[in-house]
């Protein structure tokens, strides 16, 4: 058998399908390529499209119709074109697959009997023939024997509920519906052949009211899930009803129970019609849309198969009545996505489902008449066909949505107008555009704010629409939502932005805060403001953009300023980090806590140095406690400038405690912290205490001690410090002519006694003391009670020493007995130094004696002995001879002597060695010069001897081996 289409489009030809091959195919894919031939021509009917904007949206395309009988009825799914001829004949086409097309003869037994209808399933495998007669037959794909349906005899069937869930593999359609001309719905499962377990039947489910004949037929899964409920819809030229349930085995039927308890809400028409129903499938196989024919009009519905839909019983919704009767009576309808197709006696009209206005009117006319029908693929939405007995065209439809987003947009229907831009920037920035219009008419600014912020209107001139409208609220709402927009790369405009969203802010919490008395409300709304204002400061971009531009900062502060908006300019600073701005913002306020609870939060350790002495000014405690708390981080130094001007006595009292601190527990040093430590003590504190601190481990600077205590005549401190520097008669001086306090400087001097060796500057302390003793009260009592203090004074005063401080004429009788006794120790001194004397003279004669015996001493030197420097016989010429046994040349002795000798000393040797040569021949004379000249040599080269002497120790530190290399090479000789 020919092909039926003279030629295809490749990519419609290849087009997918979800149900894959038809059965009994041959070839690996059904879509093997074009296929030439057959009995008509005019083009492809399933041809792809061009969706450009330039190619019309719908295009009509006649194909020759060579058939020798009329067309009664065509049908198309999947691929698969049906036409039933008025000669009882069914052919049948496999698009891509012409080698798969038959001819289906419908047997002679039902004589006069002509086809009523045909349809088939959407996988294009099913399919089924009712007769005039109410006769049904059955075929199958890949099989060219129709089956007679003998059991299923009913009134002629004018539609068919397929079942959606029938797989690749199936060879029976599963259970459907069937809808009778009397308004009759069975249910029943078709196959070429049923085993005896599984017989034929046919199940009477449901009956309309009146018997009316049923226009259209359909079911389907909750959520396109089978085990899940399911809704069955059913039309009449009056009515339309809905069933839903779950499908479950009853009585031998599984869509029983539906139909007997779980009815949806029905429509009912006043004026019926043909009742003609179609669905649309945008994803198959759950209807996106329908569509229901009525006297009034074409009643439209989107269906919405959800769970939610089912619960509320409202599977159809959006309800729209089209007029379709303006140029005549409908024959019939089909639905696209956009558009519903409407079949006249003198043609067709193509009307828009978005606003039902007509989009084209073709005229179709044939030489036997009208056309009589639509044929559309519900599983290939770009072709429509229609057909009349002898003739057929085909309408292509080409980017059917390119025009819906503006249509949308029109209808003020922003969302779905986006969506169908198919994102293309210039058409949403158009709908945008048009959104934000529409919403600033309505006074919906905030919206409005949204939509412009995103189109690519003029920045200018939407701010200046918000501006004459004056509403702050959408034109900041407009700015932020244009800042989100802006890159990184545009730091100009974003600065220009941040700073204009900023004074917006801060002015309406200004105009807030000059009302005298504000409302709940109002309160809330300030608090509000300041809320979005730190929100806005604080997001990322913003937060970045003003971190990384100083200048930035330095306006948005001024800005602040400006308006006098403290608390925000302390929560900027605070985020910025710009601690010194908050304190100094607190301390104008005279919030000296909160600008101490910035400064220990920061930790910015430069800043205490700076603020202290303010802050210790006012909470000195705090302060203190702060400042003990980081003390490891501070250094104390950089902090003397903020104690020294402590003026009150509470202030001093909480600098001397941290100073003591420092001191006592952090182990501190530094003079200058000591010396500040001991001013206010003098300044505030008892003598006490400055005594208690002095005595202690310090490091005062003592002068400056000493001028600061006799500045403030702290007399006691100034005695201990005389001490200290070791001006004992000034301290002794001090106690007596200041204090009067002879116990103190009696301490004093007995300090002297163990710190100096001067006997005559510690006698002449007592001395002070006891004149003062005496002056005070001329008692002789306590004069003698004083010196009598042995322990103390280490018998250092005598009476005498005391006596010239009385009057010339004083009565005896009191010092008599000291008197006594100071004679008697002078006389026990006298006979201990005459002791001494004689035992001198005894030890003087003795060694007088013993230099007699030495000078006349003699000693041998045997021939052999050897000079103990040279090594020469002894013998060759004059020598010494020491006491220790050592004999040495006296050249030798001299030449080595030298060495250790000063250079005056060194010459005087060489003088006097030169003279004894001279004065040799007086040696034989026995002349005076010479001996005297011999006697000084002597003295000077034989005081000790060199080899074991003083002069040796003193060479212990001289190197054994010569520097000079000719010696050094003798010595080494001598060691080898």
Excluded at 674 to 682: A, E, Q, T
Excluded at 905 to 922: A, G, I, T, W
Aim: with cysteine; proline share 3%.
């Amino acid at each position: 058998m020919t092909g039926l289409w003279s030629e295809y489009d490749r990519d419609e030809v290849h087009g997918g399908s979800r149900y894959g091959n038809v059965v009994g195919s041959s070839s690996s894919s059904r879509y093997a390529g074009p296929i030439m031939g057959g009995s008509l021509s005019g083009g492809d009917i399933l041809g792809g499209d061009n969706h450009h904007d330039n190619v019309p949206m719908f295009e009509r395309e006649n194909l020759a119709f060579k058939e020798t009988a009329s067309a009664v009825k065509v049908i198309t799914s999947n691929n698969v074109i049906v036409i039933g001829l008025l000669s009882n004949k069914v052919k049948r086409y496999y698009v891509g697959t012409p080698e798969l097309d038959d001819v289906l003869d419908i047997p002679c037994t039902v004589g006069t009997s002509k086809i009523h209808n045909l349809f088939l399933d959407p996988s294009g495998k099913h399919l089924i023939i009712s007769m005039t007669t109410g006769e049904l037959f059955y075929g199958f794909t890949g099989n060219n024997t129709l089956k007679h349906c003998s059991k299923l005899k009913v009134n002629t069937i004018d539609a068919v509920g397929w079942n959606v869930t029938t797989s690749h593999s199936d060879v029976d359609t599963r259970e459907i519906l069937l809808g009778s001309s009397i308004g009759i719905v069975y249910e029943t499962k078709l196959a070429l052949s049923f085993d005896r377990n599984s017989p034929e039947t046919c199940r009477k489910l449901f009956s309309t009211d009146e018997g009316e004949s049923i226009t259209g037929l359909t079911f389907f899964h909750e959520n396109n899930d089978a085990n899940q409920r399911t809704a069955v819809i059913v039309a009449t030229p009056s009515r339309l009803y809905q069933f839903y349930g779950k499908t479950k085995l009853t009585e031998g039927s599984r869509f029983l129970s539906i139909f007997r308890s779980n009815e949806f809400p029905s429509f009912k028409q006043d004026r019926p019609s043909e009742g003609i129903m179609r669905m649309f499938y945008e994803k198959y196989p759950s209807p996106s849309s329908l569509l229901w024919m009525t006297g009034s009009g074409a009643h439209f519905y989107r269906i919405k198969n959800t769970t939610e839909s089912f619960d509320t019983r409202s599977l159809l919704c959006e309800f729209k009545l089209i007029n379709v009767t303006e140029k005549g009576i409908p024959t019939d309808m089909i639905l696209t996505q956009f558009h519903l197709f409407v079949l006249y006696d003198f043609g067709y009209e193509v009307k828009s489902l978005i606003n039902d206005e007509s989009v084209t009117t073709e005229p179709l006319r044939s030489p036997t008449g009208s056309f009589i029908a639509f044929a559309s693929d519900p599983m290939v939405k770009s072709k429509v066909f229609a057909y009349a007995k002898d003739k057929l065209i085909k309408i292509k439809i080409n980017n059917e949505d390119k025009d819906v987003w503006r249509f949308y947009m029109d209808l003020n229907k922003f969302e779905e107008a986006e969506k169908y831009a198919n994102g293309d920037q210039a058409k949403i920035f158009e709908i945008t555009s048009k959104e934000g219009d529409y919403n600033f008419d309505l006074g919906n600014y905030d919206h409005a704010a949204t939509c412009y912020a995103s189109s690519n209107r003029s920045f200018e001139e939407v701010t200046l629409k918000f501006i004459t409208q004056a509403t702050d609220e959408g034109l900041m709402n407009f700015l932020q939502k244009k800042l989100e927009s802006l890159p990184n790369s545009s730091p100009t405009q974003i600065c220009m932005l941040v700073v204009w969203i900023i004074e917006i802010f801060v002015s309406e919490i200004n105009l807030l805060e000059k009302q005298s008395k504000l409302t709940t409300a109002e309160k809330a709304l300030l608090q509000s403001r300041r809320d979005s204002l730190k929100t806005f400061l604080g997001s990322d971009t913003v937060f970045k953009n003003i971190k990384r531009n100083s200048s930035m900062i330095k306006v948005i502060q001024d800005l602040m300023a400006s308006y006098g908006d403290s608390i925000d300019m302390v929560y900027f600073a605070e985020l910025m980090d710009d601690t010194e701005n908050v304190i100094l913002h607190h301390i104008n306020d005279q919030n000296y806590s909160a600008a101490l609870r910035a400064l220990r939060s920061k930790r910015q350790f430069d800043l205490f140095y700076k603020y202290t002495p303010i802050l210790i000014r006012h909470i000195p405690e705090r302060t203190v406690t702060a400042l003990q708390e980081f003390t490891k981080y501070l250094e104390p130094l950089k902090l003397l400038p903020a104690f020294v001007s402590s003026k009150s006595s509470e202030e001093a009292k909480h600098v001397l405690e941290y100073l003591k601190f420092l001191i006592l527990n952090a182990n501190c040093k530094d003079e200058a912290v000591h010396n500040l430590l001991l001013s206010l003590l003098v300044r505030e504190g008892d003598e006490s205490s400055i005594l208690e601190l002095l005595q202690g481990d310090t490091n005062f600077d003592l002068k400056y001690a000493l001028r600061i205590c006799t500045q403030h005549k702290k007399w006691q401190a100034c005695c201990y410090i005389y001490t200290k520097l070791h001006l004992y008669e000034e301290g002794v001086k001090l106690a007596l002519s200041k204090l009067n306090d002879i116990e103190l400087a009696t301490q004093t001097a007995i300090k002297a006694q163990d710190d100096l060796d001067d006997n005559d500057a510690i006698k002449k302390l007592w001395l002070l003391i006891a004149r003062h003793v005496v002056k005070k009260g001329d008692d002789i009592k306590r004069v003698m009670e004083f010196i009598d203090q042995g322990d103390k004074i280490q018998n250092i005063l005598k009476i005498e020493d005391v006596l010239p401080f009385f009057k010339d004429f004083y009565c005896i009788d009191d010092f008599k007995d000291a008197i006594c006794t100071s004679l008697e120790t002078y006389n026990e001194n006298i006979n201990m130094i005459n002791c001494d004397m004689k035992e001198a003279t005894d030890s003087a004669q003795r060694i007088h004696a013993d230099i007699k015996k030495l000078k006349s001493k003699n000693c041998v030197a045997e021939t052999s002995k050897l000079c103990g420097i040279c090594k020469v016989t002894l013998l060759s010429r004059s020598f010494y001879v020491f006491p220790c046994g050592h004999m040495i040349h006296t050249t030798c002795l001299i030449s080595q002597i030298k060495q250790y000798l000063k250079p005056r000393r060194q010459e005087e040797v060489d003088q006097l060695f030169r003279l004894m040569v001279k004065l040799k021949d007086e040696q034989a004379t026995g002349g005076d010069r010479y001996r005297q000249t011999k006697t000084r040599l002597n003295d000077i080269v034989a005081e000790e001897c060199i080899l074991c002497g003083k002069y040796m120790i003193q060479s212990i530190d001289l190197p054994f081996v010569t520097e000079d290399p000719q010696e050094f090479e003798k010595l080494r000789i001598t060691w080898s």
